[in-house]
């Protein structure tokens, strides 16, 4: 098995492993509004790669990682989901940078910068899955939560 069809597969499967994470635990609705995104992400450009028999579409994961990108940014849940949505933006200036280079000058160096960004997003959200079940494991609160409860103590008096 080649290096490349080893990170593609190692990535779907931590995708797959993440989101279902994600998707069954009792998360934040924005976290799931990110792995599903991802994941459909993931989905569409395997779609089109193989329904068109494509190399590399280029323009078309521009275009979705976009509208990924649109997904996530919109009204992010803190700094874990902007992170991740500015890494599909990362994703959308590799992709320029290499249409204005020609689209077929150093297309080997484009797909392990666009496979690290990836892997960087799993790592983001494998972060925030994390920071948010340890909260949430331990019974910490937010200081919205915090501060509704001293407040509710104090009306209660």
Known sequence: MTLPALAFISYLVLLAVLAGAVLLSRTVLAMKRVALAMVLNAAIAIG?????????????????????????LIQPAGRAQALIGWTYVAQIAVNTGYALNGASANAVARWWLITAIAFLQLLLVGGWLAYDKGYRLRGVRGARARAAAAHRARVEE
Do not use: I, K, N, Y
């Open 48 to 72: 089109f790669t193989m329904a068109t028999q494509q190399s590399d579409p280029w323009w078309f994961f521009m275009g979705l990682d976009f509208l990924t990108a649109l997904v996530v």
